[in-house]
């Protein structure tokens, strides 16, 4: 199956500043989701983004399906992000996603 | 928007139980999944579910599990006899095709085998 790489697995960061979550997949995608899962376990979806470029307030993400990567960026971080940022991808052969390990963001106050 | 609701959000259940886990997609969605999280890990898939039948399912879904869709609405997971290692967040998605469309997840059904 699809391989799935996030890194760095940990970042902690102070608030107000910004950071690069990085994802990377092994095979062509029809789909990849980008999730943050709060303290209370649930995942909140953030972007869908097999390709190209998208910005949703103080996060965005660019995914270069050709080279098989996504970036998820967030600026100005505040206490709130905290918490595991998963990348998920779907292969075009695949009804399941597959996701990776996960990173996981600390904001200090 | 329109969300993926799972009922309970907690169950606790004796290790041999069977336990019922339910969802409601999104209404006018045909594709629907279950998908697992054991404490501290990432998100596994189980099994995908269309046209009344499953498309696909991974090596965890053996035969103690099953799934339904017992009416125009509901798509449940089944677990037989439950093991300590069911212990587990378990999630339901549902997406509106197969490709080309994000999956919604709901919140969770968080599973404590006791």
């Known amino acids: 199956g699809i391989q799935v790489e996030q890194s760095p697995p940990d970042l902690i960061l102070q608030e107000g500043a910004n950071s690069t979550l990085r994802c990377n997949f092994s095979?062509?995608?029809?789909?990849l989701q980008w999730f943050h899962q709060n303290p209370w376990g649930q995942l909140i979806n953030l972007f869908y983004i097999p390709s190209g470029t998208k910005q949703n307030g103080r996060l965005s993400a660019t995914t270069v399906a050709t080279e098989r990567y996504s970036l998820l960026y967030i600026s100005s971080s505040q206490t709130t992000d905290s918490g595991v940022y998963f990348c998920a991808v779907g292969p075009s052969y695949d009804y399941k996603l597959s996701f990776g390990a996960g990173t996981t963001v600390t904001v200090r106050a | 928007e329109p969300e993926v609701t799972q009922t309970p959000s907690h169950q606790v259940t004796q290790m041999g139980q069977e336990v019922i886990l339910r969802c409601v997609p999104i209404s006018n969605h045909l594709y629907f999944y279950w998908y697992r999280q054991i404490l501290g890990q990432k998100v596994e898939f189980l099994v995908s579910?269309?046209?009344?039948?499953?498309?696909?399912k991974s090596e965890i879904f053996d035969d103690q599990f099953s799934v339904e869709r017992p009416d125009g609405s509901n798509f449940t997971l089944k677990i037989r006899s439950t093991k300590l290692e069911d212990s587990a967040m378990y999630f339901c998605?549902?997406?509106?095709?197969?490709?080309?469309?994000?999956?919604?997840f709901g919140d969770g059904t968080r599973l404590s085998i006791l």
């Open positions: 579910f269309y046209n009344n039948e499953i498309s696909e």
């Open positions: 998605a549902s997406s509106e095709n197969r490709v080309g469309q994000p999956q919604h």
């Open positions: 095979d062509s995608v029809n789909n």
